[in-house]
């Protein structure tokens, strides 16, 4: 066979792009701005530093009487 007589061949397909995942911190910082989830956290660390406060005091409250 020569080159003349040989079937054309289709193209090959171009790759298709896989669009890559999305992570949950980028879905998670999409719907939250950065700030608000610093600040959340601090809040909580800082309320329950203050329960834990208030509670010693009750505590060593109850103990001196």
Do not use: C, D
Not at 5 to 26: G, L, Q, S
Request: glycine letters at 6%; a positive charge.
């Amino acid at each position: 066979m020569s080159q003349a007589e040989k079937p054309a061949t289709a193209p090959a397909p171009e790759p298709t792009t896989v669009p890559a995942p999305v992570t949950i911190r980028a879905r998670f910082e999409s719907k939250f701005p950065r700030g608000l989830i610093i600040r959340l956290i601090a809040y909580l660390f800082v309320g329950h530093l203050f329960a834990f406060f208030v509670y010693l005091l009750f505590v060593l409250g109850g103990q001196n009487q």
